[in-house]
C-alpha cells in the first residue's frame, strides 16, 4: 500500500527558505496530485500547494508568492520551498494524495493517504 | 471567496451517542465536500467524500449527507476512540477547511 513520509530540516530560521521532501513508497506516482498541507499549532488545517505527476503545480493564493511545489518523479518523491519564512509558518507540515475521480455532476477531490507529518519550527 | 464553518465546536458527548456536526459553506459547493477526522499527534484520516460516500474500510457508523452549503457528519453510537476534532474540507472552488470540531468527553 502507498505510504508518504515527509522529511527535512526540523528547524528554520526567520527570513530563510524552509524546504520539505515527501518520498512516497509503494506504488507510482503517476496520475495523481500530489499536495502539502499545515497545522500550525492549536490551529487547524491550511491547504499549501499540490502538484501533478507531470509537474504541473497550483497554490494557495495566500501562500502563492512564496511558496514552490515540485515533483521528481524518477526518485517518487515531490518537494515542498516557502520562502522568506516567520514565525506564523511554524507548525505540522504533511504532504498527502489526491484522490480524484469524475462521475456526472463534475470531479471530486478529496485526501485519501498522508503522511505522519513533520514539525517545522521558524525561531533564530 | 468562499468561507467554511462548522458547529458546535466544542461538542461533549457520551459512548454511545449519536453525534451530528454541521458543516457550512458562504456559498454553493454541489456535494464537494470532505470530512476527515485528527487525532493529536497522528495526520488526518478520510472518512467521507463527496459529501456522502464512506471512505473505504472507515466503520459504517460514520456517515455524512448534505449538498449545496449545508452538510452533516453523523457517527452513530460514539465509540471511545471517535474523540477526536473533524473537519471538514471543500474542494469546489479551492481547497479550503472548515475551522474544525472538538469531540470531548462529557
Known amino acids: 500500500q502507498v505510504q508518504l513520509q515527509e522529511s527535512g530540516p526540523g528547524l528554520v530560521k526567520p527570513s530563510e527558505t524552509l524546504s520539505l521532501t515527501c518520498t512516497v513508497s509503494g506504488g507510482s506516482m503517476s496520475n495523481y496530485y500530489w499536495s502539502w498541507l499545515r497545522q500550525p499549532a492549536g490551529k487547524g488545517l491550511e491547504w499549501i500547494g499540490r502538484?501533478?505527476?507531470?509537474?504541473?503545480?497550483n497554490y494557495n493564493p495566500s501562500l502563492e508568492s512564496r511558496v514552490t511545489v515540485s515533483t521528481d518523479t524518477s526518485k517518487n518523491q515531490f518537494s515542498l520551498k516557502l520562502t522568506s519564512v516567520t514565525a506564523a509558518d511554524t507548525g505540522v507540515y504533511y504532504c498527502?494524495?489526491?484522490?480524484?475521480?469524475?462521475?456526472?455532476?463534475?470531479?471530486?477531490?478529496?485526501?485519501?493517504?498522508w503522511g505522519q507529518g513533520t514539525m517545522v519550527t521558524v525561531s533564530s | 471567496d468562499n468561507q467554511m464553518t462548522q458547529s458546535p465546536s466544542p461538542l461533549s458527548a457520551s459512548v454511545g451517542d449519536r453525534v451530528t456536526i454541521t458543516c457550512r459553506a458562504s456559498q454553493n459547493i454541489g456535494r464537494h465536500l470532505n470530512w476527515y477526522q485528527k487525532k493529536p499527534g497522528q495526520a488526518p484520516k478520510l472518512l467521507i467524500h463527496?459529501?456522502?460516500s464512506l471512505q473505504s474500510g472507515v466503520p459504517s457508523r460514520f456517515s455524512g449527507s448534505g449538498s449545496g452549503t449545508d452538510f452533516t457528519l453523523t457517527i452513530d453510537s460514539l465509540q471511545p476512540e471517535d474523540f477526536a476534532t473533524y473537519y471538514c474540507?471543500?474542494?469546489?472552488?479551492?481547497?479550503?477547511f472548515g475551522p474544525g470540531t472538538k469531540v470531548d468527553i462529557k
Open positions: 463527496s459529501a456522502s
Open positions: 502538484t501533478y505527476s507531470s509537474g504541473n503545480a
Open positions: 474540507q471543500e474542494s469546489y472552488d479551492t481547497t479550503l
Open positions: 498527502a494524495r489526491h484522490r480524484g475521480y469524475y462521475d456526472t455532476s463534475g470531479y471530486y477531490d478529496s485526501f485519501d493517504i
